[in-house]
């Protein structure tokens, strides 16, 4: 069956599913017809064709091929994690056009973290939910390689059951310059001191044109994707980002999304693209206007088209809102990233969203939009933080005696709230059999209820709860008590 459909010659079919696209493809754009059928085959996109998804108008039927990969890739499933950001200094030589959280050593508002400091910013963010720390921060004129070996190091004999994601390709390059090592020498040494993958940025746009004027430097594209690559050959994966909407064009754009297309077939070390919307407010080029939702959707369909060998399209509800966000999860994106606790770089350039969302309202967003979400830890493995996810890691359930009445206590979880969706990957258990929460009742429940992310329903009772049900997980080898379940 064909089912391409010109808009003008056919009525709108309005065929409903369960699951998958709500109508067969429709555009008012003819040249959008061939590359439907290519994508429909399973055929690569080339350039014209990724210059005509840019240029055509009809977002619809671009977002309708992008949805359709995008759900045969992954259905319904929408991935998010729980992170927390370290921006251990601001300090930078680079004085890039298009950032506004790098200061000169002396600049006003300039900060530097001392070892301690940076540790107890992780701790003051951190809760057993937190899988995950983004680590990126300036390129500052002396700080020696040492004092970012410890920080790895520090944290993950701090933090062992957190994933290190930690500095951008710009950032490794400058790291190996300082330390006088290759930059393969300076992946290694982080690797070894607890850097387990990097994200993505620092990417901005590989054409030389374009990055000279916002960003002129740091390193250029083809450095970038180098030291991309040594990272994925000694087995640390990353992630890719593009910065769009400030001076760049289509072919720009087409660029950089073939040149990281090209070394994802060399290397398969990219785990998520992530399209970043240019924040104009406090920067060298803050008279360019901010981008629009439609460039910003338009631009998560093409990178889902384009890049057919990349696992992730990731929808950065920070920098493009949450409901842009929520919204592109129909357009090609499978990822909202995550419940980031304290981000800085791109609210220093007038983001207005929250610096951190509530686990609740991600997943609220994700479920309005017709997803089911997933969270994961940063290599996408599924994170376990239900009584299900428990049991398919062969778990238990016993009786807690708490020690004292109950009388503090207002709530309790109804079992039947427990999403068995998220059932996951098994995780190591250990029993905890005897749990006072005499000292700190309340703030026991209501954290086990929000680690579980349950909703709490009023106790009809409270001489019922005296005794309950926890379920008791570790999210690391031996690691501390990751959640409780109330059940
Ligand atoms: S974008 Fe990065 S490298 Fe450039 S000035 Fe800002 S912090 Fe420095």
Request: charged letters at 25%; proline letters at 5%; one cysteine or more.
């Amino acid at each position: 069956m064909n089912n391409v459909q010109n808009r003008r010659k056919g009525p709108f079919l309005g065929i409903i599913k369960r699951m998958g696209p709500l109508h067969d493809f429709q555009t008012d754009d003819p040249r959008l017809q061939p590359i439907c059928d290519k994508v429909l085959a399973g055929e690569r996109l080339n350039v014209d064709d990724a210059l005509t998804l840019y240029r055509s108008g009809d977002i619809l039927a671009v977002g309708w091929m992008a949805n359709a990969v995008r759900e045969r890739m992954h259905g319904d499933k929408t991935y998010f994690n729980v992170n927390r950001h370290i921006n251990p200094t601001n300090v930078c030589v680079a004085a890039c056009r298009l950032c506004a959280f790098g200061r000169k050593k002396d600049a006003p508002g300039a900060y530097t973290m001392a070892l301690e400091e940076a540790f107890e910013t992780a701790a003051s963010g951190y809760s057993e939910a937190v899988t995950e720390f983004h680590i990126v921060g300036g390129l500052h004129p002396d700080l020696p390689f040492q004092y970012f070996l410890d920080l790895c190091s520090g944290l993950k004999q701090r933090f062992p059951q957190v994933h290190l994601k930690a500095f951008t390709m710009v950032e490794v390059a400058y790291l190996s310059r300082r330390a006088k090592l290759s930059i393969r020498e300076t992946l290694e040494q982080l690797k070894a001191s607890g850097v387990d993958s990097l994200p993505g940025g620092g990417a901005e746009i590989f054409a030389d044109r374009v990055r000279h004027i916002i960003c002129d430097h740091k390193i250029d594209g083809d450095q970038w994707l180098e030291t991309a690559k040594l990272a994925h050959q000694i087995g640390l994966k990353s992630n890719a980002t593009m910065l769009y909407g400030h001076v760049e064009n289509d072919e720009d754009r087409v660029d950089h999304l073939l040149k990281l297309r090209a070394l994802q077939d060399e290397t398969g070390g990219f785990q998520t693209f992530i399209p970043l919307a240019f924040h104009p407010d406090n920067t060298p080029l803050q008279h360019l206007p901010k981008t629009t939702g439609m460039l910003d959707i338009k631009q998560i369909g093409v990178s889902r088209l384009v890049l057919d060998n990349f696992p992730h399209i990731k929808s950065y509800w920070q920098m493009m809102t949450a409901k842009i966000a929520q919204i592109s999860l129909r357009f090609g994106a499978d990822d909202m990233d995550g419940t980031v606790i304290e981000e800085k770089i791109y609210h220093d350039a007038g983001a207005t969203t929250p610096q951190g969302m509530r686990r609740e309202e991600l997943e609220r967003l994700i479920r309005a939009a017709g997803r089911v979400p997933i969270e994961r830890d940063t290599l996408y493995r599924p994170v376990t933080r239900t009584d299900r996810g428990v049991s398919a890691a062969g778990s238990f359930s016993f009786s807690v005696a708490l020690r004292s009445p109950s009388a503090g206590v207002r709530h309790r979880v109804p079992q039947k709230q427990i999403d068995p969706r998220l059932v996951t990957a098994p995780v190591p258990l250990q029993p905890i059999e005897d749990v006072s929460v005499q000292s700190n009742r309340n703030g026991f429940l209501w954290r086990a209820v929000e680690l579980a992310n349950l909703r709490p329903a009023p106790v009809q009772d409270e001489g019922d709860i005296r005794k309950i049900n926890v379920l008791v997980f570790h999210g690391g080898d031996g690691g501390d008590v990751s959640s409780l379940l109330l059940v």
